[in-house]
Nanobody, 126 residues
């Protein structure tokens, strides 16, 4: 399976963006979906994840209540709705897939994800 992330851009604080992760190849619905981000000079960090089964979601504390992860398996597409954006959300955002066997503690780790998209830049600035 291959992933293509899109939807990034330059926005002002308080604005919204919706990132899209389009999958091709093997079945997107067979995997858990995750979003990560990496700011200049910083490590890649977990943002949100959504299990393939059951719909359980996971978020980093700083985006809870502002970001929503979702997926449309019929369209082989994942989404990250980002509201009330802040300058500290500025980063390259990556979507990724992990096996359904991934345990909860590993859902937050980039090491559990073995398929990655190319990233889309999100810049929040006034």
């Amino acid at each position: 399976v291959q992933l293509q992330a899109s939807g990034g851009g330059l926005v002002q604080p308080g604005d919204s963006l919706r990132l899209t992760c389009a999958a091709s190849g093997q079945s997107f619905s067979a995997y858990n979906l995750g979003w990560f981000r990496q700011a200049p000079g910083k490590e890649r960090e977990f943002v949100a994840a959504l299990r393939r089964r059951g719909g359980t979601t996971y978020y980093r504390d700083s985006v809870k209540g502002r970001f929503t992860i979702s997926r449309d398996n019929a369209k082989d597409t994942g989404y990250l709705q980002m509201n009330s954006l802040k300058p500290e959300d500025t980063a390259v955002y990556y979507c990724a897939l992990s096996p359904t066997s991934t345990i909860t503690s590993e859902m937050y780790s980039a090491l559990a994800y073995n398929v990655w998209g190319q990233g889309t830049q999100v810049t929040v600035s006034s």
